[in-house]
């Protein structure tokens, strides 16, 4: 019996150890497995994470783009509207036309800062790549429906260098056209410089320099001098003439002037014509009694003799007054004739 066990023992032990190898292969299989479908499941999770961040699962509106060139252009560069990305390019194709048709998913959300007013322009400058931009100035028009398609605006720095520097070029050119010896500038300098000079010499000066010799200055400052010595005499009879004016005005409109005593005089003449019309009222009234009464005839005849010597006396006033208006008054006429009716 104990001869037969320790010849069994051996024969069995490959076995256990088979049993015993075969369970943590099965759990690392099984972990191994597990962590594959987990670094699935991770990687799907990142991918639809980064296709929610992207946009894929908004809500978008296609624009059509119509440009005369694709350069600079790229599936996926974004279309920006005041520095915020509102939508991304998503195709690029020639058109029957031979123009570049760019396609644009725009999100419906961002949709409504494009209007059928918006322009939208493609900027490539010296450094770093395209910008396709979008601008809105009235905000207040209608939105820009599903599927329009608008004209893309290029705005190339680099293109214009050729144009700039044959601009300068020709600029250049001109300018020394403009300096040259043989050119009208050049000519008027040359011009200023004698003319300065002629100033800062000691014959003439200034006038020697504008009239070009130094006789012309000698007959302009003679002529100055001239001038001076009549604006002089003319200022004299200027003031002498003030002078007159005011003896004329102190005369004739003074207190005591001329046009005082005429006032007088024409008041006492007032007064004189009327005692004339009373004394010819008087007459009136005589004449009538002398016509109607022709008995008292002798009585009326001595009524006309004193009235005669009224009016004699009148008249002798009238007549005195005449003399000395004429007399007073220098503009008036030297004889004046009164007839009596």
């Given amino acids: 019996m104990t001869s037969t066990e320790p010849s069994a023992a051996p024969a069995d032990a490959p076995d256990a150890v088979a049993q015993v190898a075969r369970v943590p292969l099965r759990s690392l299989e099984r972990r191994a497995v597990l962590l594959l479908l987990f670094m699935a499941l991770l990687v799907g999770a990142a991918v639809l994470y980064l296709m929610w961040v992207r946009g894929a699962f908004e809500e978008t509106q296609t624009l059509y783009l119509s440009a005369d060139d ?76 599903p599927g329009a398609e608008r004209i893309v605006l290029r705005g190339d720095v680099s293109a214009e260098i050729p144009k700039m520097v044959a601009d300068a ?60 010595q009549l604006v002089r005499r003319l200022d004299a009879v200027a003031q002498r003439v003030d002078s007159v004016v005011q003896r004329a005005d102190r005369q004739v409109l003074g207190q005591d002037g001329l046009m005082t005593d005429a006032q007088v005089a024409v008041r006492q003449l007032g007064a004189l014509l009327q005692e004339l019309r009373q004394s010819m009222v008087k007459v009136d009234a005589v004449l009538t009694e002398v016509q109607g009464v022709a008995a008292n005839a002798r009585e009326a ?41």
């Fill in 169 to 228: 070029r020709d600029v250049l050119l001109n300018l020394n056209r403009l300096t040259g010896e043989e050119s009208a500038l050049y000519a008027t300098l040359g011009e200023v410089q004698r003319f300065t000079q002629r100033l800062n010499s000691s014959q003439g000066g200034l006038m020697a320099a504008v009239t070009g010799n130094e006789a012309d200055a000698r007959r302009v400052s003679e002529l100055l001098g001239q001038t001076t």
């Fill in 301 to 341: 005849s001595t009524d006309l003799g004193a009235l005669r010597a009224d009016v004699e006396s009148s008249l002798r006033k009238v007549d005195a007054l005449i003399t000395e208006l004429n007399r007073k008054w220098p503009f008036a006429p030297r004889q004046q004739e009164v007839r009596l009716p």
């Fill in 70 to 145: 694709s350069e600079g252009v790229v599936v996926g560069m974004d279309m920006s509207f005041s520095g915020f990305p509102i939508g991304r390019v998503s195709r690029i194709e020639l058109a029957d036309q031979g123009t570049v048709r760019i396609h644009v998913d725009v999100p419906v959300k961002s949709a409504r800062w494009l209007r059928t007013s918006s322009v939208f322009t493609l900027e490539k400058g010296l450094v770093g790549a395209a910008r396709l931009r979008a601008f809105s100035g009235i905000l207040d028009d209608p939105p820009l429906p």
